[in-house]
């Protein structure tokens, strides 16, 4: 999968993550983000831009942007983004619970926040749903 058909997949996905508020709100709480630095955008209108920018150097002036998706989501550096992709594409409410409370007691830094998300919802977790979940979604579902 790269970047254009992660972001294909990710339009047909809720905005609507309940344990994903859950860490927002705690990360605020504890002093980790800022209230504006996620409250102006969803972590889906933040993953969408974010692949925007992945068709040439994007925000960060990339040398290589002829790139996986599942390089994308292993070097994200935003526990919310990650966890609301593995919250909408179906990981099951345990893992991502259990993946929200590392982020939680992970050092207070978006980096390692990030890293303990993926240690328990790694990328083919998220693979495996996805066509599924937005099949279900678009009502494509045979």
């Known amino acids: 999968m790269d970047p254009r058909e992660l972001k294909s997949h990710i339009s047909n996905l809720p905005n609507r993550a309940p344990i994903t508020v859950e ?5 605020q709480e504890a002093g980790c983000i800022e209230p504006i630095d996620h409250g102006r955008f969803s972590p889906k209108e933040s993953w969408l831009g974010w692949l925007d920018g992945y068709n040439g150097p994007g925000y960060h002036n990339r040398k290589d942007w002829n790139r996986t998706a599942e390089f994308v989501y292993n070097h994200l550096n935003a526990p919310l983004m990650a966890l609301w992709l593995g919250e909408v594409s179906g990981v099951p409410k345990p893992v991502v619970r259990k993946a929200m409370a590392a982020a939680r007691h992970a050092h207070p830094n978006f980096g390692t ?9 790694p990328w083919k977790m998220i693979e495996d749903r996805l066509g599924v979940v937005t099949e279900k979604i678009s009502g494509k579902q045979g």
């Open 113 to 121: 926040q990030t890293a303990a998300i993926r240690k328990i919802i």
């Open 23 to 27: 860490l927002k709100d705690a990360l």
